[in-house]
C-alpha cells in the first residue's frame, strides 16, 4: 500500500507527551520523504474525522482514550482491528477514514527480537484494555498459551470468546504465576494487579509503559528480563509507517530521536478552529483542536498538557 507523502499526526488526550513525533520525523528524514508529522489534542473522537479532513492529514496514529472511540467513525476497519476492538492507525481515503490496529505486531516483534519463541510458550496478560487485547491477540496469532486476567473479569471472559484464551482472576494466580514464559503488562504506570506475588525470574517481561512504572520496577526488582514499552512503541510504528509510506524503515532509525523531546520554553504550539495555514503545520510541536473551545478552554488545555508532560 502506498501512499503520497504530507502531513501526519498522533491523536490523543493529553497528547504533548507522545514520542511518534520523534520517531515519524525521524524516518521521513532518512527516507528523504516531504512529510511532518505532529500531535494533535482532540476532545472527542467525532473530531478527529474532521481533523484529518481540516488538515489534509494523510495518515494518523490514535492513543488514548480513543481508540475504541473513533471506530463507529471509520469507512472501513481491518479484520485484526475488529477482532481486537480497537484501532491505532488511519488513513484517509476518498471514500473516508480506514482503520488498522499495529499495537499487536508492536508486541510480537517486540518479543522476537529478544530471540524468544512465542509457539507453545505460557503467557500471561494483564489488562484487557485495547493495548492488552492487542497484546493477547498477537500472542495468539503466534501460537502462545495466553491466559488473560482484568480487574473486571467479564470483560476478560467476553474477549477470551473472540480468540480462543484462558481466562482466570487475579486471586488464583499465586500459584500459577512462576509458571509462565511471558508477561505482558499493559496497565496504567501507577497500577500493579500482580503486587506481592512472586514472578520466575526466567519470565520474559514486556511492559506497555515506556515510562518507568510499578509493575517494571518489580519485576526488575525480581530479577525478570524487562522488555520496555519503547520497543513495542517502536516496533508498532514501524507497521503504522509501512502502512502510511509502503516502506519498511529499520528499527534503528526509529530509534535515533525517540529520547528527545521539545523544550518547554520553546514549544511551538498550534490551535485548529477551522483553519490552519498548511506551512504552519511543519513548524508544530502540538496542535490544540478547539472548534468547541473559547481562548481560555484552549489557555487551560495547554497548561495542563504542559504540566503532563513535564512532570
Not at 476497519?77 to 471514500?95: F, H, M, P, Y
Not at 510458550?121 to 493495548?131: H, I, M, T
Not at 522488555?227 to 516496533?235: D, P
Not at 502540538?286 to 472548534?291: D, K, P, Q, R
Request: hydrophobic share 40%; charged share 20%.
Amino acid at each position: 500500500m502506498q501512499h503520497n507523502p504530507g502531513n501526519y499526526a498522533v491523536f490523543g488526550n493529553p497528547i504533548l507527551h507522545s514520542k511518534s513525533p520523534q520517531i515519524f520525523n525521524s524516518a521521513f528524514q532518512s527516507e528523504q520523504i516531504n512529510a511532518h508529522y505532529t500531535r494533535i489534542h482532540a476532545e472527542t473522537a467525532q473530531e478527529i474525522g474532521k481533523l484529518m479532513h481540516g488538515l489534509e492529514l494523510e495518515g494518523a496514529n490514535i492513543t488514548t482514550p480513543f481508540k475504541e472511540t473513533i471506530m463507529p467513525y471509520l469507512s472501513e476497519i481491518e479484520q485484526d482491528a475488529q477482532i481486537i476492538g480497537g484501532v491505532n492507525t488511519l488513513i484517509r481515503t476518498c471514500k473516508g477514514l480506514q482503520g488498522f490496529n499495529t499495537d499487536w505486531i508492536g508486541v510480537v516483534s517486540s518479543i522476537a527480537e529478544t530471540g524468544n519463541k512465542i509457539s507453545g510458550q505460557r503467557c500471561l496478560v494483564v489488562g484487557c484494555g485495547p493495548a492488552g487485547r492487542a497484546a493477547a491477540y498477537g500472542l495468539t496469532a503466534k501460537g502462545g498459551n495466553v491466559t488473560l486476567i482484568n480487574r473486571t473479569h467479564e470483560k476478560a471472559l467476553q474477549f477470551a470468546s473472540k480468540i480462543i484464551c484462558q481466562v482466570t482472576k487475579i486471586e488464583n494466580l499465586a500459584k500459577s504465576l512462576p509458571g509462565f514464559d511471558i508477561i505482558v503488562s499493559s496497565t496504567l504506570p501507577d497500577a500493579n494487579p500482580l503486587q506481592g506475588l512472586r514472578l520466575n525470574q526466567n519470565t520474559l517481561v514486556l511492559d506497555a509503559n515506556y515510562r518507568p512504572s510499578v509493575f517494571r520496577n518489580m519485576a526488575l526488582e525480581q530479577g525478570c528480563r524487562v522488555i520496555s514499552g519503547k520497543r513495542w512503541l517502536l516496533f508498532q510504528a514501524q507497521a503504522a509507517l509501512h502502512l502510511f509510506t509502503g516502506k519498511t524503515v529499520e528499527i534503528n532509525i526509529l530509534e535515533r530521536q525517540l529520547n528527545s523531546q521539545p523544550v518547554k520554553e520553546k514549544l511551538k504550539i498550534g490551535v485548529f478552529r477551522e483553519h490552519l495555514e498548511p506551512d504552519a503545520f511543519s513548524d508544530l510541536d502540538f496542535i490544540v483542536s478547539a472548534s468547541q473551545a473559547d481562548n481560555t478552554a484552549v489557555k487551560n488545555i495547554i497548561e495542563e498538557e504542559i504540566r503532563l508532560a513535564f512532570q
